[in-house]
């Protein structure tokens, strides 16, 4: 069903009706296959790049679409009604992009925005490490100086895009203790890098996770962004950003999984109606529109604060847990909708169960939210 | 190369369509308007003609004010300008009328190519291209799934069943493509923000010299007596496989004499 938005302006009616016409021709078409066969989807993110849907939410000087955040996520929840995978590698690329946009100087920013906003270059983002995950200050990967740069020496883990990707927003250790992080921007063809297997997981099958082995390449001086020992800092903030992000891919997710339900439950028949036409099923149906609607709701009101210049860390925190759990709970449902025959990969309700549970691990578990929402509280 | 792209806007293949009871033509409010389909090919070709040869590509569509929709859309592709031939006379056009008032319209544009799409999705009439470049005294080079300009002479290539056909002319000419020819590309988000700036040319048919007595329902060499709606399809009949499948289908269709 095709979701009302509430939208500031004609352009960004105009931006989400593009949307629409590419994630239907594009993902809808393709998605069962590459999920199915485990496949990338060659030249997709060239067509998206192209159609300046991976750099919306970064100044147009430097060739992004200039869009505020309760537009771009609407993009990002629209493509993840489509595809999942998709869309959360749309937003990792935006997340990738926000060291280079938020702390770069403006050599760096002219030298490298244009290309990845246009998508000409896809990016990674690479924090987490096998021993380091909701403990990223426990991240160990060595970036030391030497004459001609930083020699980066460790292991990284968990990198959506990996191996694919053209550059990784990623965090080493210059110095000890949570200021001894930096930040660089790596090409994806440094030579000592190399890349893991792709992990097998239980959903987004289409975009490789991998793990990046770095055995000594040397990055040259000018790949910091920042200052080094900024790198959590920097980690941190982009975070709240591409958590954001998370929500809305979490929403899309949901909103499709209930389209999905309420069709079908206005087909199915027992005992001689329509199981929507039943009390206890309607009102399963209802409790997961009130799940969809109430992340969108909360994600908007989140990224709505963040453009109008306002603190959102803790609001992006809410969104990202609301979204994902909400996310779960209705992907869960929708199975129970379809009966055994939502047990089976003949509906993509099922994909979509198994979808839902990275929303709620990535990007900060869900207990880590609640950490962060706690902490504002004690504040 | 001063290109000139034909997009007809047409209602929207997915939804329902329906004549106007009142004079049998297309009710085109009934409808969401969307770009006929061959017609992004269209323009599609002529963007790759002139990054490849520099010019200019013009839109030209006639129709109603919600065309505008889809003039839009050619100039998001990339088109530079547009050509909009709108007056209430013109409604009820037929084939013969639309190609004489759109030629009257390309003679005042001026053109060195003039790119169509080989047919509609409303009308399917197809003789457009055919049309045009008699009254505008031009080759034509129809159903191309190739194009290509040296100079000043133009080739195309049609697929046939026997192979191809390949066909030549010198400018200025009319040619009209299939889907065969490209992947027509996506307006890009930058491309619909600067649409809304480029110049959209409205003409009456007074601006171009069209005689009024010569279009519109009136003037029109066919007429929509009558029209019913399609009867809804009956129900199939299943053939149970029990050894004699291929005897009974052969019945069935015998028994609707397609045997
Ligand atoms: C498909 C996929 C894609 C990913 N993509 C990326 C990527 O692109 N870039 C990247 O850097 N990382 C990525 N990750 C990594 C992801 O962000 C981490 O897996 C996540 O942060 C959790 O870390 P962990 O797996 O080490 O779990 P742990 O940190 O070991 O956590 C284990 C459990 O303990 C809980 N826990 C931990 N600490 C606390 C605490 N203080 N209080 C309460 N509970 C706690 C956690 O919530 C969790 O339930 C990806 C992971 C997956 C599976
Ligand atoms: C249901 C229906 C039935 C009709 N039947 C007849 C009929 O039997 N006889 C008859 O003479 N007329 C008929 N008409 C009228 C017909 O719509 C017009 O004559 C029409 O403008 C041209 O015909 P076409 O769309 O079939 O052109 P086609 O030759 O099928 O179209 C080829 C190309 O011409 C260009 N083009 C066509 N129309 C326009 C336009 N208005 N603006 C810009 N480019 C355009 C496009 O590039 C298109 O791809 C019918 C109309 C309808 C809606």
Same mark, same amino acid.
């Given at each position: 069903?095709?979701?009302?938005?509430l939208l500031?302006?004609?352009d960004?009616?105009?931006l989400i009706d593009?949307?629409?016409?590419?994630?239907?021709?594009e993902?809808?078409?393709r998605?069962?296959e590459?999920?199915?066969?485990? &496949?990338?989807?060659?030249?997709?993110?060239?067509?998206?790049?192209?159609?300046?849907?991976?750099?919306?939410?970064?100044?147009?000087?430097?060739?992004?679409g200039?869009?505020?955040?309760?537009?771009?996520?609407?993009v990002? $929840?629209e493509?993840?009604?489509?595809?999942?995978?998709?869309?959360?590698a749309?937003s990792v690329?935006?997340?990738?992009?926000?060291?280079?946009?938020?702390?770069? &100087?403006p050599?760096?920013?002219?030298?490298?925005?244009?290309d990845m906003?246009?998508g000409?270059?896809?990016g990674g983002?690479s924090?987490?490490?096998?021993q380091?995950?909701?403990?990223?200050?426990?991240?160990?990967?060595?970036?030391e100086?030497?004459?001609?740069g930083?020699?980066?020496?460790?292991?990284?883990?968990?990198i959506?895009h990996?191996?694919i990707?053209?550059?990784?927003a990623?965090f080493?250790?210059t110095?000890?203790?949570s200021?001894?992080?930096s930040?660089f921007?790596?090409?994806?063809?440094a030579?000592?890098?190399?890349?893991?297997?792709? $992990?097998?997981?239980m959903?987004?099958?289409?975009?490789?996770? &991998?793990?990046?082995?770095?055995?000594?390449?040397?990055?040259a001086g000018?790949?910091?962004i920042?200052?080094?020992g900024?790198?959590?800092?920097?980690?941190f903030?982009?975070?709240?950003?591409?958590?954001?992000?998370?929500?809305?891919?979490?929403?899309?997710?949901?909103?499709?999984?209930?389209?999905?339900?309420v069709a079908?439950a206005?087909?199915?028949q027992?005992?001689?109606?329509?199981?929507?036409?039943?009390?206890?099923?309607?009102?399963l149906?209802a409790?997961?529109a009130?799940?969809?609607?109430?992340?969108?709701?909360?994600y908007?009101?989140?990224?709505?604060?963040?453009?109008?210049?306002?603190?959102?860390?803790r609001?992006?925190?809410?969104?990202?847990?609301?979204?994902?759990d909400a996310?779960?709970?209705v992907?869960?449902?929708?199975?129970?909708?379809?009966?055994?025959?939502?047990?089976?990969?003949e509906?993509?309700?099922?994909r979509y169960m198994? $979808?839902?549970?990275i929303?709620?691990?990535?990007?900060? &578990?869900n207990?880590?939210?609640?950490?962060?929402?706690?902490?504002h509280l004690?504040? | 190369?001063?290109?000139?792209?034909?997009?007809k806007?047409?209602?929207d293949?997915?939804?329902?369509?329906k004549?106007r009871?009142?004079?049998?033509?297309?009710?085109?409010d009934?409808?969401?308007?969307?770009?006929?389909?061959?017609d992004?090919y269209?323009v599609e070709?002529?963007?790759?003609?002139k990054?490849a040869?520099?010019?200019?590509?013009?839109?030209?569509?006639?129709?109603? =004010?919600k065309? !505008?929709? !889809?003039?839009?859309?050619?100039?998001a592709? =990339?088109?530079?300008?547009?050509?909009h031939?709108?007056?209430? %006379?013109?409604?009820?056009s037929?084939a013969l009328?639309?190609?004489?008032?759109?030629?009257?319209?390309l003679?005042?544009?001026?053109?060195?190519?003039?790119?169509?799409g080989?047919e509609?999705t409303?009308a399917?009439?197809g003789?457009?291209? %055919?049309m045009?470049?008699e009254?505008?005294?031009v080759?034509q080079?129809?159903?191309?799934?190739?194009?290509?300009?040296?100079?000043?002479?133009?080739?195309i290539?049609?697929?046939?069943?026997?192979?191809?056909?390949?066909?030549?002319?010198?400018l200025?000419?009319?040619?009209?493509?299939?889907?065969?020819i490209?992947?027509p590309?996506?307006?890009?988000?930058?491309g619909?923000m600067a649409a809304?700036?480029?110049?959209?040319? !409205?003409? %009456?048919?007074?601006?171009?010299?069209i005689?009024p007595?010569?279009v =519109?329902?009136?003037?029109?060499?066919s007429?929509v007596?009558?029209?019913?709606a399609?009867?809804?399809?009956?129900?199939?009949?299943?053939?149970? *496989?029990?050894? *004699?499948?291929?005897?009974?289908?052969?019945e069935?269709l015998a028994?609707?004499?397609?045997?």
């Amino acid at each position: 069903m095709t979701v009302d938005r509430l939208l500031p302006d004609q352009d960004a009616k105009d931006l989400i009706d593009l949307t629409r016409e590419i994630a239907d021709k594009e993902l809808a078409r393709r998605v069962d296959e590459h999920e199915r066969a485990e &496949t990338y989807p060659d030249g997709l993110f060239a067509t998206l790049g192209g159609a300046g849907l991976l750099g919306l939410p970064y100044p147009e000087e430097l060739g992004g679409g200039g869009q505020p955040y309760e537009v771009y996520l609407q993009v990002i $929840e629209e493509l993840a009604m489509r595809w999942a995978a998709v869309a959360v590698a749309t937003s990792v690329h935006t997340l990738a992009c926000f060291p280079v946009h938020a702390y770069g &100087t403006p050599e760096q920013r002219e030298r490298w925005l244009p290309d990845m906003l246009a998508g000409r270059l896809i990016g990674g983002y690479s924090l987490s490490e096998p021993q380091a995950g909701s403990d990223a200050g426990a991240l160990t990967c060595k970036a030391e100086r030497v004459e001609t740069g930083y020699r980066i020496t460790g292991n990284k883990a968990w990198i959506t895009h990996g191996g694919i990707a053209d550059f990784y927003a990623l965090f080493a250790r210059t110095g000890e203790g949570s200021r001894g992080v930096s930040c660089f921007l790596a090409p994806g063809t440094a030579e000592g890098l190399s890349f893991g297997r792709p $992990e097998e997981k239980m959903g987004l099958h289409a975009v490789p996770t &991998t793990s990046a082995h770095w055995d000594g390449a040397v990055l040259a001086g000018d790949r910091l962004i920042g200052e080094e020992g900024q790198g959590l800092q920097i980690a941190f903030s982009a975070l709240d950003s591409g958590r954001l992000g998370i929500a809305a891919c979490a929403t899309g997710l949901a909103q499709a999984a209930l389209d999905e339900a309420v069709a079908y439950a206005k087909e199915r028949q027992t005992f001689g109606k329509r199981i929507i036409d039943h009390q206890g099923l309607g009102f399963l149906l209802a409790d997961m529109a009130a799940g969809v609607d109430s992340a969108r709701a909360t994600y908007l009101d989140a990224a709505r604060r963040r453009d109008a210049g306002l603190p959102y860390g803790r609001q992006a925190s809410v969104a990202k847990l609301v979204a994902t759990d909400a996310a779960m709970k209705v992907t869960t449902d929708a199975v129970q909708v379809f009966g055994g025959y939502g047990y089976t990969r003949e509906f993509r309700v099922e994909r979509y169960m198994r $979808e839902a549970k990275i929303m709620q691990i990535f990007e900060g &578990t869900n207990q880590i939210q609640r950490l962060v929402i706690s902490r504002h509280l004690a504040k | 190369m001063n290109i000139v792209v034909c997009v007809k806007q047409v209602p929207d293949t997915a939804t329902e369509r329906k004549l106007r009871s009142d004079d049998n033509t297309l009710d085109r409010d009934a409808a969401d308007g969307v770009v006929n389909e061959l017609d992004e090919y269209a323009v599609e070709e002529a963007l790759k003609l002139k990054e490849a040869h520099g010019g200019e590509v013009t839109v030209l569509t006639m129709g109603p =004010g919600k065309a !505008t929709e !889809t003039i839009r859309k050619a100039l998001a592709m =990339g088109a530079d300008k547009a050509v909009h031939l709108s007056d209430d %006379a013109l409604h009820g056009s037929d084939a013969l009328s639309t190609s004489y008032a759109m030629a009257q319209a390309l003679n005042k544009v001026g053109f060195d190519l003039v790119v169509l799409g080989s047919e509609s999705t409303d009308a399917r009439t197809g003789v457009l291209a %055919a049309m045009l470049a008699e009254r505008l005294g031009v080759a034509q080079l129809t159903l191309a799934n190739k194009v290509d300009v040296d100079g000043t002479s133009i080739t195309i290539q049609r697929i046939t069943d026997y192979g191809y056909d390949r066909v030549e002319a010198t400018l200025p000419a009319v040619v009209s493509v299939v889907e065969k020819i490209n992947e027509p590309r996506y307006p890009s988000f930058k491309g619909i923000m600067a649409a809304k700036k480029k110049p959209v040319e !409205t003409l %009456a048919i007074g601006d171009a010299s069209i005689d009024p007595s010569q279009v =519109g329902l009136a003037a029109a060499w066919s007429e929509v007596v009558d029209f019913a709606a399609a009867p809804p399809r009956a129900a199939g009949t299943i053939v149970k *496989d029990e050894g *004699d499948g291929g005897a009974k289908a052969a019945e069935f269709l015998a028994s609707k004499k397609f045997i």
